[in-house]
């Protein structure tokens, strides 16, 4: 079965630092990648996608960054983090057929202070 | 035209009630609808979908209404209980409408069934 891993679960960041979370896909090949973040009580915001290794798409201009190094890998980085980058970032993987269902992560809660 | 507009933002429902959530959509590309489920803390979950080749689709409790001339799709959920209570989030996808290979995600509601 598939199963998406995503870590830290919380993470408490100064103004400044840089910012690394990883997301991993067990258990399918190929899929589509996804970033979006949630703020508190707030809609999804679709940050970056991928449809395979090398292939980021930005659907948001910001201080972020994502990378596919590996097939079932997904990062978003900061060199930077700023107050505005709080929120709840979630990581998401779609088989890459059309109506395939979308699965998330359990969610990394980031404050920046 | 991306846009999937959903109402209301929040909604309080007494235990055994019915709770309904609206989404509107201007885009004819769009051909499927899911809706999603998210939980304090949690990553939002599939709870049921549609295609526009149905008027409704029921799942146990959960039910979606679909008006492809309104561009309208509702859920509906019957005798809702405590354990409903959570985010909700519609949703809808075109599959070969430019990069819209994602989901486009309504502004979601939050439902509260009092017990």
């Known amino acids: 079965s598939q199963t998406i891993h995503q870590w830290p679960a919380t993470l408490v960041q100064p103004v400044g630092s840089p910012l690394s979370l990883e997301c991993t896909v067990e258990g399918t090949s190929n899929p589509n990648l996804y970033w979006y973040r949630q703020a508190a009580g707030r809609g999804l915001q679709l940050l970056f996608y991928?449809?395979?290794?090398?292939?980021i798409s930005s659907e948001v201009p910001q201080n972020l960054s994502a990378s596919r190094p590996q097939d079932r890998q997904f990062i978003l980085s900061s060199k930077k983090l700023l107050l505005s980058d709080s929120g709840f970032y979630l990581c998401?993987?779609?088989?890459?057929?059309?109506?395939?269902?979308?699965?998330f992560g359990s969610g990394t809660q980031l404050s920046v202070l | 035209q991306q846009q999937v507009k959903q109402s209301p933002q929040s909604l309080i429902v007494q235990k055994g009630g019915i709770s309904i959530i609206n989404c509107a959509y201007e885009n004819t590309a769009f051909d499927y609808f899911p809706w999603y489920q998210q939980f304090p803390g949690k990553g939002p979950a599939l709870l049921i979908a549609i295609r526009p080749d149905v008027s409704e689709k029921k799942e146990g409790r959960f039910t979606i209404s679909f008006n492809k001339s309104a561009k309208q799709f509702s859920l509906h959920i019957m005798d809702s209980q405590p354990g409903d209570s959570a985010t909700y989030f519609c949703?809808?996808?075109?599959?070969?409408?430019?990069?819209?290979?994602?989901?486009?995600f309504g502004s979601g509601t939050q439902l509260t069934v009092l017990p």
């Open positions: 991928s449809v395979g290794i090398g292939q």
């Open positions: 949703a809808a996808q075109a599959a070969f409408y430019g990069s819209a290979r994602q989901l486009t």
């Open positions: 998401a993987w779609k088989a890459s057929a059309a109506f395939g269902k979308l699965f």
